[in-house]
Every structure is written in C-alpha cells, then in structure tokens.
C-alpha cells in the first residue's frame, strides 16, 4: 500500500516447529482463532476470551538483537498480524501421550501430581510453566507462582498444580517422600496439621533437559522484518518498522488506534461493540521500545511492556539509594495487583497511564490530539524527603 512503502500484505510465521504463510490475512482474527479453526491445534482453549483465564496461553518466541525472547501470551486477544515473523508453541508442540511427555505435562498429569480435573485449564498452566522454564531452567517457587497469576482453575484449589511444578525449583515439594512441609514445627513448638504421607514421589518425575528442548527456527534468525500492510474486509492493519514510518501513518490516518498488545482495544471491540477501521502496532519501532536512565529519572519509551518494565525498576531499586528510588518501589507494588503475567508481557504503562491529570481528561480520554503519538513517559527520581505510597482503587462493589 501506497501508505508504508515496500510493505508487504501476507504474513508468515512457524507454529510448533512449521512454517505457516498467510496470505491477505483478516486483520480481525485472533492467534487463538486460527490455531483453533485453522490449524486444528485445539489443546489451547478458548475460556473468557477476554485474557482473564488463561486457558488460552501459548509461548511467542522472536528474534531481536541477537537474543531470542520466549513469552506467555493469551492467544484469545493477540492478533494473527501480530505474530509475523515469530514462532509460536502450543501444548501439541512440546509433547504428547501418544509419543512422550513432557515433564511439564508429566507433573500436572491427574496420575502423578494429581493437578488436572476437568482439564480445560489444564493447557494453559502447562504452557504458563513451559515458558518459564525456557527462561530460567531452575525457577524459584515465587517465580512458579508469579507465572500463574493470569492462569485460573476452578477445581483443584491450586494446591497440586503448584507442588507438582515446584519439584523443578531447587527447594520445591517433595510430595511427601521426604520430610513433609506439613509435618513441620512452628518456632512455638505448635505443629501444625499433618497432611497426606504421600502426595506424589517426586523421585519418578522426568528431569528436565533443557537441551532437548524444540530450537527456534534458524530462518527466524536471519529473515529481516518487513513493515505489513494489511487490508481486511473491514480493518486495516498496519506494522511500521520506524519512527518517520509511524508519523507518516499517524499523519496519514488521525483517527487510527494504535496497537501494542492489544489488551484493552480487543476487549473494546469483543464485548463492548467499539469498531477501529484502522490498527496501527508500533511494537517493533526502536525508539518507542527504549529505556534510559538520566539525571531525572528513568525514561521509558511508549512500547516498553510491563514485564520489562517491571525488571528495570527491580534492578534499580537494588541499585540506586533508597531515596531515589520510592516512586520505582511504589510502581512495584502496583504490577503486583495489575492483570497476570500474560497480559503484562504485552500490555504498556502508556496504555493504561492515569499519572498526570494534565494528560489524563476523562476515562479513556487523553489531551493527545489527532495525528500524535505518545513517544516515551519520564518516570522522575524522588528526593531525599519526598515519600511515595501507591492505592489500588476500582468502581466494583
């Protein structure tokens, strides 16, 4: 299209190890979607639809910078124009009954730890923990529960999904074998209730190899990214790859949404009837995916998620003096009460910002104007007497 030049119109991704090329997509079709009706890869669920459940939950792997990054994501509200160029891994794709389990899959398995009932949540903790360990093959149990914060069970209470998945952490459960954690003393001598002698023999579990894991397709390595164009019966969908690019757009198209995870704007159009006829993503363009420390504060540009987010803060509160740091703290303890893992790996701070009332007008109304863009947020230092508390507060009952 005339718009973005040398764009291209059909996307191509891999899914479990394939190929998969689309040409002249629907840019109003979900991930989940296509896997689903498309593909026949039906292990991922459709739950909520709304990435509230994380029955959905896939791993998004992509090449940038000379370093592969694996993400959990809700395929109910990712777009299937945003996955160009990445490759994508589904509980079909890691193992099977009919070859062989995965020790993932082995541990949650209702004939060892006893973690699937019903079983339609059941993919999604599996592929929330199976990207966990593709980032980090020794957890810590507070990383195995921070990675279920978006995934929901209705059945097991948790309790088994999560000691059948801490047997991957150093310190994880037992299942009993050993000295169970619920035959202990408290420091008062009161002991508390002694549970089952035996949940599982953590003993028998598959190890993890990390080394037998799928490798990210070589091609992915090397095929340079192409700014899309997209034309759908009803929306355009548009990928620029700069800044200038992105203006052009914007300029182009004034009343366009902008897309980075597409958490909220896919909510809109699923359940509240909003209509955008034209979808810019700005998730690869460099400048709005920087961060930068300056005399200020820490400068965080428009794409940065919450996950990354999240990281840079918790690196400098460890690193900065106490006193500079407690609106970086105060930030911290909001993500904790903010969606799940899967959302904030996509979700932005600019996206659901309400800081400045100068900038913030109403609900869901800004002072940005037709044909702007929000390029970066400057979150400033705090002074030696100056003190920070954060609130989370809701209209609910």
Request: net charge neutral.
């Given at each position: 299209?005339?718009?973005?030049?040398?764009?291209?119109?059909?996307?191509?991704?891999?899914v479990?190890?394939?190929?998969v090329?689309?040409?002249?997509?629907?840019?109003?079709?979900?991930?989940?979607y296509?896997?689903?009706?498309?593909?026949?890869?039906?292990?991922?669920?459709?739950g909520?639809?709304?990435?509230?459940?994380g029955?959905?939950?896939?791993?998004?792997?992509?090449?940038?910078?000379g370093?592969?990054?694996?993400?959990?994501?809700?395929?109910?509200?990712?777009p299937?124009c945003?996955?160009?160029?990445?490759?994508?891994?589904?509980?079909?794709?890691?193992?099977?009954?009919?070859?062989?389990?995965?020790?993932?899959?082995?541990?949650?398995a209702?004939?060892?730890?006893?973690g699937s009932?019903?079983?339609?949540?059941?993919?999604?903790?599996?592929?929330?923990?199976?990207t966990l360990?593709r980032?980090?093959?020794?957890?810590?149990?507070?990383?195995?529960?921070g990675?279920?914060?978006?995934?929901?069970?209705?059945?097991?209470?948790?309790?088994?999904?999560?000691?059948?998945f801490?047997?991957?952490?150093?310190t994880?459960?037992?299942?009993?074998?050993?000295?169970?954690?619920?035959?202990?003393?408290s420091?008062d001598?009161?002991?508390?209730?002694?549970?089952?002698s035996?949940?599982?023999?953590?003993?028998?579990?598959?190890?993890?190899?990390?080394?037998?894991e799928?490798?990210?397709?070589?091609?992915?390595?090397?095929?340079?990214?192409?700014?899309?164009?997209?034309?759908g019966?009803?929306v355009?969908?548009y990928?620029?790859l700069?800044?200038?690019?992105?203006?052009?757009?914007?300029?182009?198209?004034?009343?366009s949404?902008?897309v980075?995870?597409?958490?909220?704007?896919?909510?809109?159009v699923?359940?509240?009837?909003?209509?955008?006829?034209?979808?810019?993503?700005?998730s690869?363009?460099?400048?709005?995916?920087k961060?930068?420390?300056?005399?200020?504060?820490?400068?965080?540009?428009?794409?940065?998620?919450?996950?990354?987010?999240?990281e840079?803060?918790?690196h400098l509160?460890?690193?900065?003096?106490?006193?500079?740091?407690?609106t970086?703290?105060?930030?911290?303890?909001?993500l904790?009460?903010?969606?799940?893992?899967?959302?904030?790996?996509v979700?932005?701070?600019?996206?659901?910002?309400?800081m400045?009332?100068?900038?913030?007008?109403?609900?869901?109304k800004?002072?940005?104007?037709?044909?702007?863009?929000?390029l970066?947020?400057?979150?400033?230092?705090t002074?030696?007497y100056e003190?920070?508390?954060?609130?989370?507060?809701?209209?609910?009952?």
């Amino acid at each position: 299209m005339a718009e973005l030049e040398g764009a291209k119109e059909s996307i191509s991704f891999y899914v479990n190890g394939g190929k998969v090329v689309v040409e002249s997509p629907d840019s109003e079709t979900t991930l989940l979607y296509f896997l689903r009706t498309q593909l026949r890869l039906t292990d991922t669920k459709l739950g909520c639809g709304e990435g509230g459940c994380g029955a959905c939950t896939v791993m998004l792997s992509w090449y940038q910078e000379g370093v592969v990054t694996h993400t959990a994501v809700n395929a109910c509200l990712a777009p299937l124009c945003s996955v160009d160029g990445m490759a994508v891994t589904t509980l079909e794709g890691i193992g099977s009954s009919r070859d062989l389990l995965h020790p993932v899959q082995e541990r949650i398995a209702i004939a060892r730890a006893h973690g699937s009932q019903c079983g339609f949540c059941t993919p999604g903790f599996v592929m929330s923990m199976y990207t966990l360990l593709r980032n980090s093959h020794a957890p810590s149990e507070k990383q195995i529960e921070g990675a279920f914060e978006g995934n929901l069970c209705r059945c097991t209470g948790y309790r088994p999904i999560l000691e059948g998945f801490k047997t991957f952490s150093q310190t994880g459960c037992c299942g009993g074998a050993t000295k169970c954690c619920m035959d202990v003393k408290s420091s008062d001598g009161i002991k508390t209730i002694k549970g089952p002698s035996i949940l599982f023999d953590a003993s028998k579990f598959r190890p993890l190899d990390p080394t037998q894991e799928p490798t990210f397709p070589p091609a992915l390595r090397t095929e340079p990214l192409i700014p899309l164009a997209i034309k759908g019966p009803r929306v355009s969908w548009y990928r620029p790859l700069t800044l200038d690019q992105l203006l052009v757009l914007r300029a182009r198209f004034p009343q366009s949404k902008l897309v980075i995870g597409n958490t909220e704007i896919g909510v809109e159009v699923k359940f509240k009837g909003a209509f955008y006829d034209t979808l810019i993503s700005c998730s690869q363009v460099p400048e709005l995916n920087k961060m930068a420390v300056t005399d200020e504060g820490l400068t965080v540009g428009a794409s940065v998620t919450l996950t990354r987010l999240e990281e840079q803060l918790k690196h400098l509160v460890e690193s900065l003096p106490e006193n500079k740091t407690r609106t970086f703290s105060a930030l911290l303890e909001m993500l904790r009460w903010f969606a799940g893992q899967q959302i904030r790996n996509v979700s932005t701070v600019t996206g659901v910002i309400v800081m400045d009332p100068s900038f913030f007008t109403g609900y869901k109304k800004t002072s940005i104007k037709p044909g702007e863009i929000l390029l970066s947020i400057l979150i400033p230092f705090t002074k030696e007497y100056e003190f920070v508390l954060s609130y989370k507060q809701a209209r609910r009952n």
